[in-house]
T-cell receptor
Framework: DAMVIQNPRYQVTQFGKPVTLSCSQTLNHNVMYWYQQKSSQAPKLLFHYYDKDFNNEADTPDNFQSRRPNTSFCFLDIRSPGLGDAAMYLC??????????FGPGTRLLVL | GENVEQHPSTLSVQEGDSAVIKCTYSDSASNYFPWYKQELGKRPQLIIDIRSNVGEKKDQRIAVTLNKTAKHFSLHITETQPEDSAVYFCAATPGLGNEKLTFGTGTRLTIIP
């Protein structure tokens, strides 16, 4: 009964080859977040959706984009992955100001 | 914006002893403080949280205390067990329509059998 699902769990891509990561949720939460996490550092917020409103962090590279076609799904697009984009990508959801629940993450490897 | 500092960055504790991790925050408007535990290769999982109208909250071996005046909050784990070994992150958020969490830098806790 997974509540926040991320696919794939592992993604290998080539330098510069676009990649899309997906997240889905069964919690009907109105807020969805994408984080980047590197080797035991704190998760770094890339952007989040408050309902359909997209909120980009000021330091999120233009290389990263997101789509939320409906309440349940959210996608992270990396247009031209570089070696520095290799990381764990975590999706999280919440009800407005309440607790954030994380998905299992997608580990991205860039060759 | 909010800034959360977390100490120590690493902590080793003998099994059965207590562990304490401390965080300070800068934004006096912050009113929600969750703690996440992250085991190697796994997702961060909420273990306990506290709101600004409460000074202390306990859940079995885990407790969190909040001092709003000093703007710091702490995680206390008693009777530590090997499965408590993980990285722990504190976080803060102003709430009130601001749904973004600011995370601390994390504490790697190792329980020595």
């Amino acid at each position: 009964d997974a509540m926040v699902i991320q696919n794939p769990r592992y993604q290998v891509t080539q330098f510069g080859k676009p990649v899309t990561l997906s997240c889905s949720q069964t919690l009907n939460h109105n807020v969805m977040y994408w984080y980047q996490q590197k080797s035991s550092q704190a998760p770094k917020l890339l952007f989040h959706y408050y309902d359909k409103d997209f909120n980009n962090e000021a330091d999120t590279p233009d290389n990263f984009q997101s789509r939320r076609p409906n309440t349940s799904f959210c996608f992270l697009d990396i247009r031209s992955p570089g070696l520095g984009d290799a990381a764990m990508y975590l999706c999280a959801t919440s009800l407005t100001e309440e607790t954030q629940y994380f998905g299992p993450g997608t580990r991205l490897l860039v060759l | 914006g909010e800034n959360v500092e977390q100490h120590p960055s690493t902590l080793s504790v003998q099994e059965g002893d207590s562990a304490v991790i401390k965080c300070t925050y800068s934004d006096s408007a912050s009113n929600y403080f969750p703690w996440y535990k992250q085991e190697l290769g796994k997702r961060p999982q909420l273990i306990i949280d506290i709101r600004s109208n409460v000074g202390e909250k306990k859940d079995q071996r885990i407790a969190v205390t909040l001092n709003k005046t000093a703007k710091h909050f702490s995680l206390h784990i008693t009777e530590t067990q090997p499965e408590d070994s993980a990285v722990y992150f504190c976080a803060a958020t102003p709430g009130l329509g601001n749904e973004k969490l600011t995370f601390g830098t994390g504490t790697r806790l190792t329980i020595i059998p």
